[in-house]
C-alpha cells in the first residue's frame, strides 16, 4: 500500500457500496472466465466423467490420448469445445452408457468434439446406443473423430451439425433402423469424411431441412450391408456434390440415394452433382425418388448396372456419363481396390466433359471446389480448364495432393 493510501480517509458507506459492487463485478467475471480442463492419467481430472460435472459454460476439456473404458457422461454447459490431445482419446463402452443412451449425451447449447474415438455402445431397452446423442438447439461440430461399433454413430438434432474429417464405420444394430448417423434439425453438413459397412442400416440417414453432402468417401466394400448409401427421407433442399458412393455386393437395399421415400416435409429441392457413383450390387437402382421430385444431375459417373434413377420425378439431366457394364470404360486407377480417381488414359466423354453447373434456386454454387482425400481429408480441385466428370479431377502424376489439415471454411447455409 502506498503512502497516499495509508493517509487517505476511512470510506464513506456509499463509496463502499462502490467498492463492494466493483469487487462483485471483479469475482462474477473471474468465474465466468473460460477455463481448460485437463483430463488423463496425470491430470487433475482422471476421467471425462469428473471433468463434464466440472465444466462451466464455454470451458474446453483437453482429453489426453489414450483408452477411457466406461468412462460415460452426460455433459450440460454450454459452448463446450472437447479434444483429444496427443492423439485420438478412446472413449470405449465396454458394456456402460449414460442414461441408456450413448457413451456421451450432451443436452447444453453449441458442443464442439475434436480427436474422440467412440465404440461399444449398445443400449438395454432400445438398440439405439450411440457413441453421442444429443438434443441442442445450438450447433454441434464432430471434426476428425471416429465412430466404430456402436448401435448409432451419432443420433439426435440440432440447429445446426457439422461433421468434417471423420469416420464412421460398420455402426448399427442389425435392425435396419440404427445407423451410422441419423440426424435432424435445420442444417445438416457432412464432409471430407469416410462413412461405410453401416450393418443394415444406412451410411447416411438425414432428416434435416437442409443438407450439405459434400465431398465424401461413402462406401459398402466388400463386406458391408448397409442399406441405403444416403436416406433423406423427407425430402429437403439437399446437395449432394463430389462425393465418391458405392453400393456393395452384400447392399441390402437395392437403392443407393433415397430421397423423400417417407414423406415430403421439406423443400422438394435436390441437387446430385459431380458425384462417383459405382453399384456393385449387380442391379437396383441409383436414385430413388419420390413423385414429382425436381432433381438436378449433372457432371456424374454411373457406373454399373441397375436404373439410374426412379420415375415420376422431375429429373433435370446433362453432362453425365452412363456406364452399366464393369468393364472399366472410365479407366479408373483401380476399381477393385475402390480407387475411382481418373487417369491419363479416361477417355474424352470423362476428362474436360462437364458442364458448368451454375447455382441452385437459392444461390448455392453448385461446381465443386473440393473433393475427397483418402483417408477422411480433403483438398481443393483444381478447375484448370474444363471439368471432369464424376468426384475427383485428374492430376497428372507428381501434380499437387496437399490434403487440408483443418477446416477449409465455414458454410453459408441456404
Known amino acids: 500500500m502506498n503512502d497516499r493510501m495509508k493517509a487517505s480517509s476511512p470510506l464513506s458507506s456509499s463509496a463502499c457500496v462502490g467498492v463492494a459492487v466493483v469487487l462483485s463485478l471483479c469475482i462474477f467475471h473471474a468465474d465466468s472466465v473460460a477455463r481448460t480442463l485437463r483430463v488423463g492419467p496425470s491430470r487433475t481430472y482422471t476421467t471425462v466423467r469428473d471433468a463434464s460435472q466440472a465444466t462451466q459454460d464455454g470451458d474446453t476439456v483437453l482429453v489426453d490420448a489414450g483408452v477411457y473404458s466406461a468412462d460415460v457422461t452426460e455433459w450440460t454447459s454450454n459452448n463446450l469445445v472437447v479434444r483429444g490431445v496427443g492423439g485420438r482419446a478412446y472413449m470405449r463402452s465396454d458394456g456402460v452408457v449414460e442414461q441408456d443412451k450413448g457413451i456421451w449425451v450432451f443436452y447444453g447449447t453449441n458442443f464442439t468434439a475434436e480427436n474422440i474415438e467412440f465404440s461399444g455402445a449398445a443400449s438395454v431397452s432400445g438398440w439405439n446406443g450411440a457413441g453421442i446423442r444429443f438434443d441442442t438447439p445450438g450447433n454441434l461440430v464432430l471434426r476428425n473423430c471416429y465412430f466404430h461399433d456402436n448401435e448409432d454413430g451419432i ?135 419420390r413423385a414429382g421430385s425436381i432433381v438436378k444431375a449433372m457432371n456424374n ?59 441452385s434456386s437459392t444461390g448455392y454454387i453448385l461446381t465443386p471446389t473440393s473433393q475427397y482425400v483418402y483417408d477422411a481429408q480433403g483438398k481443393k480441385r483444381s478447375l484448370l480448364g474444363l471439368l471432369d466428370l464424376g468426384a475427383f479431377e485428374y492430376t497428372a502424376p507428381g501434380g499437387p495432393d496437399v490434403a487440408y489439415p483443418a477446416p477449409i471454411r465455414d458454410l453459408r447455409y441456404r
Not at 181 to 191: A, D, E, K, L
Not at 213 to 218: A, D, E, K, P
Request: hydrophobic fraction near 30%; charge should be negative; include cysteine.
Open 155 to 289: 443420433l439426435g438434432g440440432a440447429d445446426s451439425i457439422l461433421i468434417e474429417y471423420s469416420v464412421f464405420d460398420h455402426n448399427g444394430h442389425g435392425d435396419g433402423q440404427s445407423h451410422n448417423m441419423y440426424v435432424h434439425g435445420r442444417s445438416f453438413t457432412i464432409r471430407y469424411s469416410y462413412t461405410h459397412r453401416a450393418w443394415i442400416g444406412h451410411n447416411i440417414k438425414t432428416r434435416a431441412r437442409n443438407n450439405y453432402i459434400l465431398y465424401n468417401r461413402i462406401m459398402d466394400e466388400a463386406d458391408g450391408e448397409s442399406s441405403y448409401s444416403i436416406d433423406i427421407p423427407d425430402c429437403g433442399r439437399s446437395y449432394v456434390i463430389g462425393n465418391v458412393i458405392e453400393q456393395g455386393p452384400s447392399s441390402v437395399n437395392s437403392s443407393m440415394l433415397a430421397y423423400g421415400m417417407e414423406s415430403q416435409l421439406g423443400v422438394n429441392d435436390l441437387y446430385v452433382m459431380s458425384n462417383t457413383l459405382v453399384n456393385n450390387l449387380g442391379s437396383g437402382t441409383f436414385m430413388r425418388l
Open 301 to 359: 459417373i454411373f457406373y454399373g448396372p441397375g436404373t439410374y434413377w426412379s420415375s415420376g420425378s422431375t429429373v433435370t439431366e446433362s453432362s453425365n456419363y452412363f456406364e452399366p457394364s464393369f468393364n472399366n470404360s472410365p479407366r479408373f486407377a483401380n476399381p477393385a481396390a475402390y480407387d475411382f480417381h481418373l487417369t491419363s488414359i479416361s477417355p474424352s466423354s470423362v476428362l474436360n466433359a462437364g458442364a458448368l453447373p451454375g447455382i
